[in-house]
């Protein structure tokens, strides 16, 4: 990733020969609004941060404000928009106004429209909370989901709650499918405590994981806990700390 080329991805590159065991999990930062909390992310690590331009979100800023928050950012850390609904309009306005972000789509938008901006972009998944194999409802696709938004270059898992950018509320990792062809983010009702747990779970069944936390790493709806984003970080490496032991304890002599 470069300043000009500013994709932020899910993968790092890893060494030839190397397997996935060894990918560092990418981290991003959601629903940045305050100056302080940009720079605590990126003293902590992230990979990329994120700017909600969804009117009826609490972590709402306007294009003008993400822009500002965005222009802390160092190189090598990525400004990701996300949207919900937006029109074409808007989306390649917010584009002309923070030239590097990365897309992110939470609403109904088709993967045409997604594609239109001709940025990078990840497409929200929206997984239900109740599903189960008791339940008696049809699964979620995430399977079929990947492919009809091929062109993402990452789906993003988040719990389908009422109303849409995110409720903070996890679902349950087991029952997704296990082998999807595509880079995972996995979001929804991340914190310190569970996103070690979360990574050895889904890690195994997908390219690549990066994982993305906003309401687990807050104060209140908005505001960020450096503290509490330096936890995730910590939890994060615990997790590929992990994978790289349990991938040297399976490889042949």
């Known amino acids: 990733m470069s300043p000009a080329n500013p994709t932020f991805r899910p993968e790092s590159v890893a060494p030839a020969g190397a397997t996935q065991a060894f990918i560092r999990t990418r981290i991003k930062i959601c629903g940045l609004t305050r100056e302080e909390d940009v720079d605590a992310a990126v003293a902590a690590g992230a990979d990329a941060v994120g700017f909600v331009l969804y009117p009826p979100s609490p972590r709402h800023v306007t294009v003008e404000r993400a822009a500002e928050l965005a222009g802390r950012l160092p190189p090598f850390v990525t400004p990701v928009l996300l949207f919900v609904n937006a029109s074409a309009i808007e989306i390649i306005a917010a584009c002309n106004r923070i030239p590097l972000a990365v897309l992110q789509f939470h609403g109904d938008e088709s993967a045409k429209l997604c594609a239109q901006a001709g940025r990078p972009f990840m497409r929200a998944a929206r997984i239900p909370m109740d599903e189960s194999p008791e339940s008696g409802t049809v699964r979620f696709d995430l399977v079929k989901y990947a492919q009809d938004y091929s062109a993402a270059q990452a789906i993003l898992l988040d719990a389908h709650v009422e109303g849409f950018g995110g409720g903070g509320k996890t679902f349950n990792w087991s029952l997704l ?51 509490k984003i330096n936890q995730f970080v910590a939890a994060v490496r615990a997790a590929d700390d992990q994978l790289a032991k349990n991938h040297v304890q399976l490889s042949p002599t």
């Open 177 to 227: 499918p296990p082998n999807v062809n595509a880079h995972l983010v996995l979001s929804g009702g991340l914190t310190p405590a569970n996103v070690t747990d979360g990574i050895l779970q889904v890690r195994p069944r997908c390219k690549t994981l990066a994982v993305d936390v906003s309401s687990g790493v807050e104060i209140s709806k908005g505001i960020k806990s450096a503290n």
